[in-house]
């Protein structure tokens, strides 16, 4: 199982972007999905949580600025980023809990990380 995060850039006060997080290889579902970021000299914050539900929570600092969704026809989740501010300039990464085979083919629910994108919000 690999998990893909893209999406990030450079943009504008103001501006947007969206992110995905694609989940690949022998899945048979895909769980908790979380958002993370780290600027540098913070510590990682987790930004977004979606669940196997459709439940989603939101740091206070993006609430009703970003929106966690998720597509599970093709394995992915996505992090739409509208109003975007300086502040919210840092490297973005998802973690999720996937329920898949492992290379001896057993079935279980492991944790991945994606490598992480960077998201530059000029001012």
């Known amino acids: 199982v690999q998990l893909q995060a893209s999406g990030g850039g450079l943009v504008q006060a103001g501006g947007s972007l969206r992110l995905s997080c694609v989940a690949s290889?022998?899945?048979?579902?895909?769980?908790?999905v979380n958002w993370y970021r780290q600027a540098p000299g913070k510590q990682r914050e987790l930004v977004a949580t979606?669940?196997?539900?459709?439940?989603?929570t939101y740091v206070d600092s993006v609430k009703g600025r970003f929106t966690i969704s998720r597509d599970n026809a093709r394995n992915t989740v996505y992090l739409q980023m509208d109003d975007l501010k300086p502040e919210d300039t840092a490297v973005y990464s998802c973690?999720?809990?996937?329920?898949?085979?492992?290379?001896?083919?057993?079935?279980?629910?492991?944790?991945?990380w994606g490598q992480g994108t960077q998201v530059t919000v000029s001012s």
């Open positions: 290889g022998r899945i048979y579902s895909i769980n908790t």
């Open positions: 973690y999720a809990y996937i329920t898949g085979l492992d290379n001896a083919g057993l079935v279980g629910v492991r944790t991945y």
């Open positions: 979606i669940t196997s539900g459709g439940t989603t």
